[in-house]
């Protein structure tokens, strides 16, 4: 078990990260509760992670092998965190961990290839990770997974952080990269059917309305060598059926960062520092 950051913290619900978008100032809502810090437990986990993982992956999530990358990640030692409210029985509400991303699992490299296919647009980006990705590649490159659940607040993701770091030296696992995956999202203004069509016309991005399912990833795009917004490859769900406002939609993104070791470690005090605990 790992240590108990903090007890019966008070947790203002419209800090989460989407609930900003939905509880009014004036209605606010203050819960106690106890986050628990536990190593990863592959006798607990695996379905919550399975779960996490499809919800990370948004309308691609049905792509991958997430039981295969459910068992890589809750392999027996695995470096990891998750933080829990009922014990080390319960279910994680959220979760890290760090995943070697040239390992010979087919699971892994699924996802890998996807990052690339999903980069290809962004030639530099592409080319650089081909080329860390290569089996001649003398770079070591991994995946840190990082997601919770909806309602989470921010403030818990800069511990996890700091502990993967620390728990990666304390085992002398060393990267040269890290690729990180997560998703942001367009605000996108209602569509309005036009009489004289058929269809809906395309709903329109309203200029510089774009905000982050997870903030702590305005940090870390900061201190990335490269990051990229792509369209998922499966669209299920029209924007307007997203709604966070009554007249606006949200059209979510996938979102891929790349960051070397020095960077990821200089972003981590400075996520602390925006996102400090309550």
């Given at each position: 078990?790992?240590?108990?950051?903090?007890?019966?913290?008070?947790?203002?619900?419209?800090?989460?990260?989407?609930?900003?978008?939905?509880?009014?100032?004036?209605?606010?809502?203050?819960?106690?509760?106890?986050?628990?810090f536990?190593?990863?437990?592959?006798?607990?986990?695996?379905?919550?992670?399975?779960?996490?993982?499809?919800?990370?992956?948004?309308?691609?999530?049905?792509?991958?092998?997430?039981?295969g990358?459910?068992?890589v990640?809750?392999?027996?030692?695995a470096?990891?965190?998750?933080?829990?409210?009922?014990?080390?029985?319960?279910?994680?509400?959220?979760?890290?961990?760090?995943?070697?991303?040239?390992?010979?699992?087919?699971?892994?490299?699924?996802?890998?290839d996807?990052?690339?296919?999903?980069?290809?647009k962004?030639?530099?980006?592409?080319?650089?990770?081909?080329?860390?990705?290569?089996?001649?590649?003398?770079?070591?490159v991994a995946?840190?997974?990082?997601?919770?659940?909806?309602?989470?607040?921010?403030?818990?993701?800069?511990?996890?952080?700091?502990?993967?770091?620390?728990?990666?030296?304390?085992?002398?696992?060393?990267?040269?990269?890290?690729?990180?995956?997560?998703?942001?999202?367009?605000v996108?203004?209602?569509?309005?059917?036009?009489?004289?069509k058929?269809?809906?016309?395309?709903?329109q991005?309203?200029?510089?309305?774009?905000?982050?399912?997870?903030?702590?990833?305005?940090?870390?795009?900061?201190?990335?060598?490269?990051?990229?917004?792509?369209?998922?490859?499966?669209?299920?769900?029209?924007?307007d059926?997203?709604?966070?406002?009554?007249?606006?939609?949200i059209?979510?993104?996938?979102?891929?960062m790349?960051?070397?070791?020095?960077?990821?470690?200089?972003?981590?005090?400075?996520?602390?520092?925006?996102?400090?605990p309550?």
């Amino acid at each position: 078990m790992k240590r108990k950051v903090d007890e019966e913290s008070d947790i203002d619900v419209s800090s989460t990260d989407e609930s900003d978008q939905e509880v009014d100032q004036g209605e606010e809502e203050t819960v106690d509760v106890d986050f628990d810090f536990f190593n990863l437990n592959p006798d607990v986990d695996f379905h919550a992670t399975k779960m996490l993982l499809r919800q990370l992956f948004g309308d691609d999530g049905s792509m991958f092998d997430v039981s295969g990358l459910a068992d890589v990640i809750l392999v027996k030692d695995a470096i990891g965190t998750t933080i829990k409210t009922d014990g080390k029985e319960s279910d994680p509400f959220a979760m890290i961990s760090v995943i070697d991303a040239q390992q010979s699992q087919p699971c892994v490299k699924q996802v890998m290839d996807y990052l690339v296919e999903k980069t290809q647009k962004h030639t530099e980006f592409n080319m650089f990770l081909r080329k860390l990705l290569a089996k001649d590649s003398k770079k070591r490159v991994a995946w840190i997974f990082s997601e919770r659940l909806i309602n989470m607040p921010v403030e818990v993701t800069p511990p996890l952080y700091k502990m993967l770091l620390e728990e990666m030296a304390e085992h002398d696992l060393k990267f040269d990269y890290f690729v990180i995956v997560s998703k942001i999202y367009y605000v996108v203004a209602a569509q309005i059917p036009d009489e004289n069509k058929s269809k809906k016309q395309k709903a329109q991005i309203i200029e510089n309305e774009t905000d982050y399912f997870h903030y702590e990833d305005m940090v870390l795009e900061k201190h990335a060598k490269y990051n990229i917004y792509s369209d998922y490859t499966n669209h299920k769900q029209e924007t307007d059926s997203r709604r966070v406002f009554s007249e606006h939609g949200i059209d979510p993104k996938l979102s891929v960062m790349l960051l070397d070791a020095a960077s990821l470690e200089n972003a981590v005090p400075e996520m602390a520092e925006q996102f400090p605990p309550f």
